[in-house]
């Protein structure tokens, strides 16, 4: 990420709220530096017999409100500056859908895909063995986040559970369902996304629901994938989706199960029949209703946010958009929901996943949805109030509602 500092964005968007709600300066001079950041090296035996050094990272932001708690992420632009702000995120997020926990992050620098299945586990479990001691159920959570599975997690717990002698689930969340994972984990960030998108649409004039509106959508991991499928189940018109090469476009709607069949076995969504082929730049400037960046962070930007067509955005990405654009999208009366808030269910979810480890419990898939239905609720409902009382964007918002419950578990 060499042309933004996402770090530096995420300070940005700390004073603006800071400014907006008059934040003590004590409070906010002590969110703006990590709490504690690990660097470590991890040697791994590749399957060719060399050893290579790999670098990861843990940043653990803020833990006022309860245990370090964030993902873990695979991939080649993964740096501290990185891994710092999505910590950060990490603590609003987890304030504004209201789980009792701080945040953190951590990721390693690699493209997972250049591994093979056995080189990928050595690299998980060598990650463990590095950062074991700070981690922990009532100390730091990780979870998955791009390019991260519930097999991974599960390799990382069984490492975790062998070098402190006994089995411990709860320190991380997002595994199989076999090894304690939670029913409706893997779709949670999607399917809160598709339950927000569903509530602003609710207050909003946007079309009506028999016209379809149209939606594009930026990413086809975990992420995209499922909200995708929960936005096209609820009568939403997916026209457009992209992987990490590019996307695909049908202004007529895309058959979203048959796409995720097709890209399984063909391994990219590019020549899908019946689809024009789109890059991911021009996707997010496509004639549509909503625009959904799940991909990665600082894809509207200053050059390309006069460009964007929709009328809202819902950020399911983290940090999708640099300050200077949100500038932009807000003189253009474009709404953008926050990553912090719309992207939360997967953390929420995360919780309940822990909640059931700690408790020895086992919930339907049902009991979980419902539970995660109210936390998005809630976090829609607490950050559009604050966002009327202030009258400012739910981005700006969002901060503030979280800086504030994060300032009073400080106290
Ligand atoms: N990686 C996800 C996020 O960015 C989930 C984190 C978690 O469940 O701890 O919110």
Same mark, same amino acid.
């Given at each position: 990420?060499?042309?933004?500092?996402?770090?530096? $964005?995420?300070? =940005?968007?700390?004073?603006?709220?800071?400014?907006?709600?008059?934040?003590?300066?004590?409070?906010?001079?002590?969110?703006?530096?990590?709490?504690?950041?690990?660097?470590?090296?991890? /040697?791994?035996?590749?399957?060719? &017999?060399?050893?290579?050094?790999?670098? &990861?990272?843990?940043?653990?932001?803020?833990?006022?409100?309860?245990?370090?708690?964030?993902?873990?992420?695979?991939? =080649?632009?993964?740096?501290?500056?990185?891994?710092?702000?999505?910590?950060? %995120?990490?603590?609003?997020?987890?304030?504004?859908?209201?789980?009792?926990?701080?945040?953190?992050?951590?990721?390693?620098?690699?493209?997972?895909?250049?591994?093979?299945?056995?080189?990928?586990?050595?690299?998980?479990?060598?990650?463990?063995?590095?950062?074991?001691?700070?981690?922990?159920?009532?100390?730091?959570?990780?979870?998955?986040?791009?390019?991260?599975?519930?097999?991974?997690?599960? %390799?990382?717990?069984?490492?975790?559970?062998?070098?402190?002698?006994?089995? @411990?689930?709860?320190?991380?969340?997002?595994?199989?369902?076999?090894?304690?994972?939670? =029913? &409706?984990?893997?779709?949670?960030?999607?399917?809160?996304?598709?339950?927000?998108?569903?509530?602003?649409?609710?207050?909003? *004039?946007?079309? *009506?629901?028999?016209?379809?509106?149209?939606?594009?959508?930026? &990413?086809?991991? $975990?992420?995209?994938?499922?909200?995708?499928?929960?936005?096209?189940?609820?009568?939403?018109?997916?026209?457009?989706?992209?992987?990490?090469?590019? *996307?695909?476009?049908?202004?007529?709607?895309?058959?979203?199960?048959?796409?995720?069949? %097709?890209?399984?076995?063909?391994?990219?969504?590019? *020549?899908?029949?019946?689809?024009?082929?789109?890059?991911?730049?021009?996707?997010?400037?496509?004639?549509?209703?909503?625009?959904?960046?799940?991909?990665?962070?600082?894809?509207?930007?200053?050059?390309?946010?006069?460009?964007?067509?929709?009328?809202?955005?819902?950020?399911?990405?983290?940090?999708?958009?640099? /300050?200077?654009?949100?500038?932009?999208?807000?003189?253009?009366?474009?709404s953008v929901v926050p990553d912090v808030l719309s992207n939360s269910g997967g953390v929420a979810t995360s919780y309940l996943e822990w909640y059931q480890n700690l408790h020895q419990q086992k919930w339907s898939k049902a009991k979980v949805l419902k539970r995660l239905e109210k936390f998005?609720?809630?976090?829609?409902?607490?950050?559009?109030?604050?966002?009327?009382?202030?009258?400012? @964007?739910?981005?700006?918002?969002?901060?503030?509602?979280?800086?504030?419950?994060?300032?009073?578990?400080?106290?």
């Amino acid at each position: 990420m060499s042309k933004f500092n996402a770090f530096e $964005n995420a300070m =940005q968007q700390l004073r603006t709220a800071a400014k907006t709600a008059k934040i003590r300066p004590d409070v906010s001079e002590r969110l703006k530096h990590p709490d504690r950041v690990l660097s470590v090296s991890i /040697p791994v035996k590749m399957d060719d &017999g060399r050893i290579k050094v790999f670098v &990861g990272y843990r940043s653990q932001y803020n833990n006022a409100r309860g245990p370090y708690k964030g993902g873990l992420r695979f991939h =080649q632009d993964v740096d501290l500056d990185e891994v710092k702000a999505l910590s950060f %995120w990490m603590a609003i997020k987890n304030a504004v859908v209201n789980v009792p926990y701080g945040g953190g992050k951590g990721g390693i620098t690699v493209d997972p895909k250049q591994l093979s299945k056995r080189e990928l586990e050595r690299l998980s479990r060598g990650f463990i063995q590095k950062i074991y001691r700070n981690i922990g159920p009532h100390l730091d959570v990780p979870a998955p986040d791009v390019n991260t599975t519930p097999e991974i997690m599960a %390799w990382m717990v069984d490492e975790y559970s062998k070098l402190v002698g006994k089995s @411990t689930p709860a320190v991380i969340t997002g595994k199989p369902l076999n090894k304690g994972g939670s =029913q &409706g984990r893997t779709e949670a960030t999607g399917y809160g996304g598709v339950e927000v998108l569903k509530e602003v649409i609710k207050g909003q *004039g946007l079309r *009506g629901r028999g016209q379809g509106v149209r939606v594009a959508i930026q &990413g086809f991991g $975990n992420v995209g994938l499922y909200f995708a499928l929960f936005a096209q189940a609820a009568g939403f018109k997916v026209v457009a989706v992209s992987d990490s090469k590019s *996307g695909i476009y049908n202004p007529q709607g895309l058959d979203i199960k048959k796409i995720s069949k %097709w890209k399984e076995k063909n391994r990219q969504l590019r *020549g899908f029949p019946g689809a024009k082929n789109v890059s991911n730049e021009k996707l997010l400037e496509l004639p549509v209703d909503v625009l959904v960046p799940a991909a990665l962070e600082n894809q509207i930007h200053k050059a390309n946010a006069s460009k964007i067509k929709a009328k809202l955005i819902i950020e399911m990405a983290n940090g999708p958009t640099t /300050p200077e654009a949100d500038l932009i999208l807000a003189k253009r009366k474009i709404s953008v929901v926050p990553d912090v808030l719309s992207n939360s269910g997967g953390v929420a979810t995360s919780y309940l996943e822990w909640y059931q480890n700690l408790h020895q419990q086992k919930w339907s898939k049902a009991k979980v949805l419902k539970r995660l239905e109210k936390f998005m609720a809630h976090a829609f409902r607490d950050v559009a109030k604050t966002a009327k009382k202030h009258r400012t @964007t739910l981005r700006n918002a969002a901060f503030i509602l979280a800086v504030q419950r994060i300032a009073k578990a400080m106290k």
